[in-house]
């Protein structure tokens, strides 16, 4: 009887000992080599829920910087949109217009290539994260 007993008290403590408090939620899963942890888009960077959000000044005023041919820049005669306030107020006007067809009317810019899709997913995301700074 002792013997019965015994392998009960050893069988129920192997048991519980194999027991985990790890939840699904707790186990990470690693990452696809092509991207980073919280990659929406498979790109390599970090946006949409991670830490690393699209803002103004790093990603969108490079992309102005380099294509709105003078226009929208400073003394360029129309919205300057290398002005943060400027760009945030009327981003979805801009986004209209960087996404028409190239050389429909409105297209932009104006006189020059449609930007890249790595580019127009840049400005849809800073929308999409709160028009950050």
Same mark, same amino acid.
């Given at each position: 009887m002792?013997?019965?007993?015994?392998?009960?008290?050893?069988?129920?403590a192997?048991?519980?000992?194999?027991?985990?408090?790890?939840?699904? @939620?707790d #186990?990470?899963?690693?990452? +696809? %080599? !092509?991207?980073?942890?919280?990659?929406?888009? &498979?790109? *390599?960077?970090? /946006?949409?829920?991670?830490?690393?959000?699209?803002?103004?000044? @790093?990603? #969108?005023?490079?992309i102005? +910087? %380099? !294509?709105?041919?003078?226009?929208?820049?400073? &003394?360029? *005669?129309?919205? /300057?949109?290398?002005?943060?306030?400027?760009?945030?107020?009327?981003?979805?006007?801009?986004?209209?217009?960087? %996404?028409?067809?190239?050389?429909?009317?409105?297209?932009?810019?104006?006189?020059?290539?449609?930007?890249?899709?790595?580019?127009?997913?840049?400005?849809?995301?800073?929308?999409?994260?709160?028009?950050?700074?």
């Amino acid at each position: 009887m002792k013997k019965i007993l015994l392998l009960l008290i050893t069988f129920s403590a192997l048991s519980f000992m194999s027991c985990s408090n790890d939840s699904e @939620s707790d #186990i990470s899963e690693t990452p +696809n %080599n !092509n991207e980073t942890p919280n990659d929406n888009n &498979g790109d *390599g960077e970090n /946006n949409g829920d991670g830490e690393n959000k699209i803002t103004f000044t @790093s990603d #969108i005023l490079p992309i102005i +910087n %380099n !294509n709105c041919n003078n226009c929208h820049l400073s &003394g360029g *005669g129309q919205t /300057n949109y290398t002005i943060y306030n400027n760009a945030k107020n009327n981003a979805s006007t801009i986004q209209n217009r960087i %996404n028409r067809t190239q050389g429909s009317s409105g297209f932009m810019p104006q006189s020059g290539t449609k930007l890249s899709s790595s580019d127009l997913a840049k400005f849809d995301q800073w929308i999409t994260d709160g028009k950050l700074e």
